[in-house]
């Protein structure tokens, strides 16, 4: 919540309480981003729930909210995609051979690293991964991930 606050406070460089559409448009050019009129107008009607041109602080957070929502459905969409290439006869769990297989054919891992790797993952060591599992491991990765950059 900090953190909305602020960055709304950073992108109101009037001080106005609201975010007006020249304002949406700094803020997306000082992320290094690019939005055309059109773009910023539209993003302003997206979010702009009482229809008064500004983004006020609640909408902002809403907004928010929706996106990290957003963000967070797409990661679980990956993690099933992923899942699903990983366990060839879709039984629901990935066995050493399905995740040796697709590490070495899609991955590109030596035998040895496929194998390392799957008893890394495995924490269990009960010889396969659940979809569970899995997904604890590539949100981890996709955590850790956007912490590093
Ligand atoms: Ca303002
Ligand atoms: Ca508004
Ligand atoms: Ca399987």
Do not use: P, W
């Amino acid at each position: 919540m900090q953190l909305l606050a602020n960055s709304f406070f950073q992108f109101d460089t009037d001080g106005s309480g609201a975010i007006g559409s020249e304002e949406l448009k700094e803020a997306i050019l000082s992320i290094g981003l690019q939005a055309s009129d059109l773009e910023i107008d539209n993003l302003i009607k997206e979010v702009d729930e009482d229809g008064n041109g500004e983004i006020d602080f609640a909408e902002f957070c809403h907004c928010m909210k929706k996106s990290q929502s957003l963000a967070k459905s797409s990661n679980e969409e990956i993690i099933r995609q992923c899942f699903k290439i990983f366990d060839q006869d879709g039984n629901g769990m990935i066995t050493e051979n399905e995740f040796k297989y697709v590490a070495k054919e899609i991955g590109g891992f030596s035998d040895d690293l496929a194998e390392h790797v799957f008893h890394e993952l495995d924490i269990s060591s009960n010889g396969h991964l659940s979809a569970d599992q899995f997904a604890a491991i590539v949100d981890d990765y996709l955590l850790s991930d956007h912490l590093r950059y």
